[in-house]
């Protein structure tokens, strides 16, 4: 056996360690965000709750009703976000391409924004129950469902994949412009009812809400599982896409309404959260030194939720009574991760 | 002998996007099992769309190719990419990439969306990457690979693809000297032992020349196609340097550019010695005659410690270089008192 098979034997076992570390790491944070909130509960009760033996009704509640769902979001948004967002970068082959790059989480803001500012506009008052119900949700899924399909639509006719870029960006321009023609005449409660919902959370996906995210998140995935070889495919460009016969368009396709399903129903339901779809593909491509997808799709999600409920941890100042912006969470940790990225790659080698 | 399976049929083709401004004239040729193939022509002529339009990613503006038999319209993707594999020009770029996980995505005819690669699939990877002698780097990184072991690697993509028909749009223009000619090599030999049809554009004519069994040449007029010997001879390569300073001198088979003789000269001599004298004098402006009535002549001595040239001006020696650098300096100066009589 040659050093570059043992080298290649030993990289494979390396691989199902990183597997396993990062699996036990997710449990790890997933209890942990289970524990910390700004009500104390000790460990054993938790325990106790979460195998249905608690006696304390009001932190019973607080773990069922608030800190699980919460939890299990996180895993959701992680690996939605980062699944879609390995996606994009694998279509577009750019590394600086995101779940977003569609425009599906502008289109989700100016639904939103509609929703929330123009009723406001028009003197429905200051219902902000508005903020938290299915109207908000719908309104979100309705302006990221439209920007996909349009998007869908446009790359049923057109072959170059910059112009579906370009396009997807202008889209997002568009959508913002008219957000904020929005915000300009909108009441300054709405305003900031608006901007809270730009700033990302996970504390709505509770109950029903929480059902629809999941079954709209496994489709997601699902129809990314299926794409594995076709991503492998594309990653190696549209000359060898066509000479192995891949059929671009359905694949386009189907990758799209995945990533569209995803980030739509993250944006929808917990705002446009930012980065994590960005940085943590790069993580795992660079702890899985591969670019198979085999590898690379459930490295995404398992480290993206792992780092998705790392940044709800840190986003509720463990040991303080405030909270902070989720958004800002994972902009400041997934800012650096892309600065690296942009700076070992300067060459751009695809992705 | 065995009967000669004809693999690619093109009748009538038309190359170009529209009807009434076609790049190409009206063209027919084929293709035979065991060979290869080189297209040649100047830069915009049309090599890189007939190649496109080979691969069935680009429709012919009128005619028709026959894929052992088949028309390349009427075959589906999946059944063309069993037939025909196209290894595009610009190598592949992608980080993280393992050789051997680059040339295994060349089966994904076989074997569909979503289903994964067979034992088999592995085997025919593996067997491509020994033909084209990469085995030993299987499992590197593909950007950390030399340009000529990517060139390799793109090839047994098209080998584990195991197609009929193999394409390439120059293959070998990022490549050095020994790997350019190594590459051809390879492809030669290929054809032969798998009885493959390997179409390839080249700029690279005296590759070319050396291994390919036919050559089918785009000139402006027309496309002209035969084995490369018998365009040599017919005046073909000329007439694909037209209008250029290049010529291409048919007692040799080499591309010189095209010069003008301000003065005459003979040598005396023989061998490597002479053909390397009559370079030198030639690319400093002597047109070599056979004449020794001619005023000036260069007269090679081989003696045991190398050769020495005399410059003799009317038969008397002027001048005694150890060097073609020296007899280079000397002479240029002798050439600038002669008058070309």
Known sequence: MSSEQLAYKSNRSGRIVLFASLAILLIALFVLDLFLGSVRIPVADVFKILMGQGDNEVWQTIVNDFRLPKAIAAVLVGSALSVSGLQMQTVFRNPLAGPYVLGISSGAGLGVAIMVLGASALGFGNASGMLTGFSLVGAAWLGALLVLMVILAVSLRVKDIMTILILGMMFGSAASALVSILQYSGSEPMIKAFVIWTMGSLQSVAGVHLGIFSASVAVGLLLSLASIRILNVMLLGESYSKTVGLNITVARVVIFASTGLLAGAVTAFCGPIGFIGIAVPHVARMLFKTSSHGVLLPGVLVLGSAVMLFCDIVSQLPGLDRTLPLNSVTALLGIPIVIYVVFKNQKFAGV | MKPRVTSIEIVDALLGYTVQNPIFPRFTVEGHAGELIAIIGRNGVGKSTLLRALAGQQPLLSGIVNIMGMPLGELSRRQRAKYISFVPADPVRVANLRVRDFVATARFPYSGWAGG?????????????????????????????????????????????????????EPTAFLDLPNKFEVVRLLSQLAKSQGKTIIYSTHDLQGAMGEADMVWMMLPGGLVHGAPEDLALNSHFRQLLDNTQVRFDVRSGTFQNYRQYHYKIAIEGEGDGLTWTRRLVERLGFEVVDAVSIGLMVRIIVGKEGSNWEIVKNGETVFTANSLTELAKNLSEFGRDLTAD
């Open chain 2, 117 to 169: 690669l067979s034992p088999d699939d592995w085997q025919v990877v593996d067997e491509s990457l020994t033909m084209v002698g990469i085995d030993h780097i299987a499992h590197r990184d593909i950007m950390t690979i030399s340009d000529g072991e990517r060139q390799r690697a793109m090839i047994a993509f098209a080998l584990a693809q195991d197609t009929q028909i193999i394409l390439l749009d």
